[in-house]
């Protein structure tokens, strides 16, 4: 007999009633906040979004009496007027102010809806994640303290602490970096927004994690910034966190086997994330709406050295296995384009 399946909009089905409003809501997104389906601005901005939200949440606050954050519970927009004002999350109000009204429409939580808009826009990458989601979020929360997101020129050390309090080994935050690989900054040098963190910002691939370790020659914009370091190529801006973290002994060797095996890194992102989006909230309480959650197309090319860079360039870090031979892109130089803000 077959197990009974809801019946939700445009003849598609789920396993649990409570899903079938993540297809309307995925309809809506997908067409008019990422534009029909891109892996652009508002993509990367809303996988951001998915880390400043829950990564209000310190067991250690909590321990000291104090009220430690909710995690993934949406107050990054329910109190968007205290949160938006923290230093880190400059530049988060843009993405937030276009979301909330999507939310509110199809009268979903904000700790829920956040975290889907950061799923079902990393679908959009080619090579992309398919990242769990669990619905169910209540909207009953107080704002997150100040202070817990990390910040560019934080140190490894710092950063390690702050991402472990949240529950976070060393491992699992460099998986999570691999969300730089579709992002860029606007808010750290304004006069050049839209400078990406790798070669292929539309792509979920490895690439972000070999330019990082090259090694660093130029300034892309009009001086060097808190928390930017020189960047290996016009156009591509490099932040000093990224820059420490594949060199620090801590966290070099997973940075480097997302080079030699790039296969494993969307398994281990997709991991990640599914522990982050739930951090704060009680998973069996949540109901599993993954299969809304559109699969991954397209497919992206193998780690590449950028044309004109050899592996002299390579400042190689992981004293535990040597850094893999790649070969190098065709052509004189790489020149790589702002990601255009729509
Ligand atoms: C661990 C320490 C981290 C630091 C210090 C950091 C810092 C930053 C900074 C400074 C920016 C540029 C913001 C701007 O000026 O527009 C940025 C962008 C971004 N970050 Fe992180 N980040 C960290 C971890 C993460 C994590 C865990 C995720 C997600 C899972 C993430 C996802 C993104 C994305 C997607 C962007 C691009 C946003 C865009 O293109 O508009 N970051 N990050
Ligand atoms: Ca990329
Ligand atoms: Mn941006």
Redesign the pocket.
Known sequence: VPAHRAKCSKGRTASNDACCVWFDVLDDIQENLFDGGECG?EV??S??L??HDA?GFSPALTRQGKFGGGGADGSIMLFSDIETNFAAN??VDDIVEQQKPIAIKHQVSFGDFIQFAGAVGSSNCAGGPRIQFLAGRSNVTKPSPDHLV???F?SVTS?LAR?GDAGFKPDE?VA??A??S???????DPSIAGH??DST?SDFDSQFFVETLLKGTLIPGDSLHK?QVKSPLPGEFR?Q?DELLARDSRTSCEWQSFISNPNSMVPKFEKA?AK?ATLGQNPKKLIDCSEVIPVPRGRVKQPILPAGKTIKDIEASCRKSPFPRLPTDKGTFTSILP?PSS
Do not use: Y
């Open positions: 601005e990367h901005e996988l951001r998915t880390f990564i400059n530049g990390p910040e560019p934080d950063i991402m935050v999570l970096l969300s730089h579709v992002a860029a900054q606007d808010t750290i990406p963190f910002p928390g932040l966190s994330m982050m990601v």
